[in-house]
């Protein structure tokens, strides 16, 4: 059997409830049904022969692969272009609001040429550890787990179907110009349809949808595509009924090639939620920070008396993601174990609530003023804060190595003091001011104390090493110190000197055996080399930052969605896409826009 399309040869596409990766060779080798966090149904990604795959394939020899997206949407096209034909598959699912069918529509096409194809629908469900039975009706075929998920799938076709061995098969003829469509859905949910006129009407309005979001981006700046394409990224990690968000939509793919960092990232963890909140938010999409803010008030709420918030949630707010592994999928590359659930949900990372406080901040600021309510939720987090800040914990890379005294940690929490103080006097909230400044003053004098390396003339990563970390970039980027102040440009000195390889942002110091055994093999961090750049505009050189911007723009994939990490050969690397580049990437490029209006 042939390998999994690599990580970035796919496509996303969805409907504010799940996603399904759309690989180049159109197979569907990634969906998890119906939600982002449910078991998958198709996870070829992750075994060929295990995982369960949905393929559209013309009979074409020699033939070359294309995606693209249609403008300003998120539908997506692969195109297979040979000298016998040209055939085109069209994918996209339905945003429906009044529905919970959860469609996935694929129509395929034939350009030029009469051309032969061949459709496969395999899902495996529950993670391909329950069987289930086909029965064949019409031209549909009801799929039904057997195991103690009960999902039921219905395949509409305009074309016939056969069942084999479980599958849904079907091999068809098209002239040119001539079409077939399918429609996977909810089996519980649908209550049949013609799949041609369904598609076909279904098709503009799912277009109609996404123009119309994407039209109320406020983004006029330099590489408006790109950013728009962030844009409409991070909307599809968006949970519709929840208002939470995903930090990316699939598990199991490696930070390291076969390398055992293979984590579940289909949870909300508030620290990349909150930055995302605050890149959808600088582009105009106030009614996504709003939906976040009241999930976020519900979980405060949640809150016992003397503790704080989790750093991940699942979408819709519960608290165990107890982990697993699938020891019988072999892995993308063989890396394994493939996990799913997240066993950091209970770690303890003190900076989490200063992404939260900012992005809240910056919500009452420029959305709506925040209730009355949320404010008495999150007093008693920044007397938690007051009281723990001084804590050692696991930090913001969650390397299982045991707790330490973080500096990132150590200003996060400056960062939702600050916040809170200048909420209250904004807002002529009650707050006990005396108490949050005092701990607010203490924190900045001990991260210019302990967390300062004379030797080095850097902040380094632990108070006393001399390890450079790359979520220090953040420091400027929060406000908490200036991104010219002569301390600040020499630790970005020794960042570029430890950690720049070729404009790409390594996350800290690797081979020094203060990190995880794996370091030295995994690849540069996306989202650090854009705040990378972010540093490098800000502090007056936006011609470098330009340069790095614009190199970085090119380790994107052929539709400009980034994972985790680039590899050392340029491949992508970890769950895909991931919410935390592409807020980097729109938060660089509007940052770097500005500095470059500015310097002309």
């Known amino acids: 059997m042939a390998k999994p399309e690599p990580i970035e040869n796919h496509g996303i596409v969805g409907d504010l409830h799940t996603i399904a990766l759309v690989a180049l060779d159109g197979t569907v080798d990634f969906f998890c049904f119906p939600r982002f966090d449910s078991p998958s149904v198709f996870a070829a990604l992750l075994d060929q022969e295990r995982g369960g795959h949905f393929r559209i394939s013309p009979e074409l020899n020699g033939s070359k692969h294309r995606q693209l997206y249609l403008p300003n949407s998120n539908v997506l096209l692969t195109r297979i272009l040979s000298s016998e034909g040209v055939a085109e598959i069209s994918d996209f699912m339905p945003v429906e609001e009044a529905t919970n069918a959860h469609n996935l529509v694929r129509r395929v096409k034939s350009v030029r040429g009469d051309i032969n194809f061949r459709m496969e629908c395999a899902p495996r469900f529950n ?127 490696p930070e390291v090639p076969g390398g055992s960092r293979n984590w579940d990232y289909r949870y909300t963890w508030i620290r990349d939620a909150a930055f995302t909140i605050y890149a959808l938010m600088r582009l105009g999409y106030t009614e996504e920070a709003g939906a976040f803010n009241r999930w976020v008030e519900q979980r405060c709420h949640e809150v016992t008396e003397g503790a704080s918030l989790q750093i991940m949630y699942g979408i819709d707010g519960r608290h165990d993601l107890t982990e697993q592994t699938l020891d019988h999928f072999s892995g993308y590359g063989g890396a394994r174990p493939v996990r799913i659930g997240n066993g950091a949900y209970d770690q303890l990372q003190l900076d989490i609530l200063g992404e939260l406080m900012d992005s809240i901040y910056l919500y009452d600021k420029w959305g709506e003023p925040i209730s009355h309510a949320l404010w008495r939720s999150l007093c008693p987090l920044l007397d938690w804060v007051c009281d723990h800040w001084q804590e050692p914990d696991e930090g913001i890379w969650e390397t299982r190595e045991g707790a330490q005294k973080f500096l990132y940690s150590r200003f996060m929490c400056w960062v939702a003091l600050d916040r809170g103080i ?49 979520s220090t970039l953040l420091m400027p980027l929060i406000k908490f110190i200036g991104p010219t102040d002569p301390q600040w440009l020499s630790t970005l000195k020794l960042i570029r000197e430890r950690l720049v390889d070729d404009s790409l942002v390594h996350r800290y110091d690797r081979g020094d055996g203060t990190a995880f055994a794996e370091a030295s093999r995994e690849g540069t961090f996306n989202m650090c080399t854009f705040w990378y750049v972010e540093c490098l505009a800000r502090g007056g050189d936006p011609q470098q930052a330009r340069y790095v911007f614009e190199k970085m723009l090119g380790y994107g994939n052929h539709l400009g969605l980034f994972g985790e990490e680039t590899g050392m050969t340029g491949e992508q690397l970890g769950n895909f896409p991931q919410a935390f580049t592409h807020l980097g990437l729109i938060s660089a490029a509007y940052a770097l826009d500005r500095s470059l209006n500015t310097d002309s």
């Not at 400044?437 to 380094?460: G, M, P, S």
């Open 422 to 470: 200048r909420m209250a006097r904004h807002r002529s909230f009650p707050a006990p001011l005396a108490k949050w400044i005092e701990v607010r003053d203490h924190i900045f004098k001990e991260v210019h104390t302990a967390f300062w390396n004379k030797d080095l003339q850097a902040f380094v990563q632990r108070a006393g090493s001399t390890t450079v970390d790359a």
């Open 127 to 253: 993670y391909a550890r329950s069987k289930h039975r086909c029965e064949r009706q019409g031209n549909d075929v009801i799929f039904t787990s057997e195991g103690p998920d009960h999902t039921v799938l219905r395949l509409h076709s305009s074309v016939p179907l056969r069942v084999e061995n479980g599958d849904a098969i079907a091999e068809f003829h098209l002239h040119v110009n001539e079409n077939a469509s399918f429609v996977l859905e909810d089996g519980a949910q649908c209550q049949g349809c013609n799949a041609h006129d369904f598609v076909s009407e279904s098709f503009k309005q799912t277009l109609n949808y996404w123009r119309r979001w994407i039209g109320h981006c406020k983004y006029k700046g330099r590489w408006q595509e790109i950013v728009m394409r962030s844009a409409l990224t991070l909307k599809l990690l968006v949970s519709q009924p929840h208002g939470s968000l995903v930090a990316a939509p699939t598990f199991g793919l």
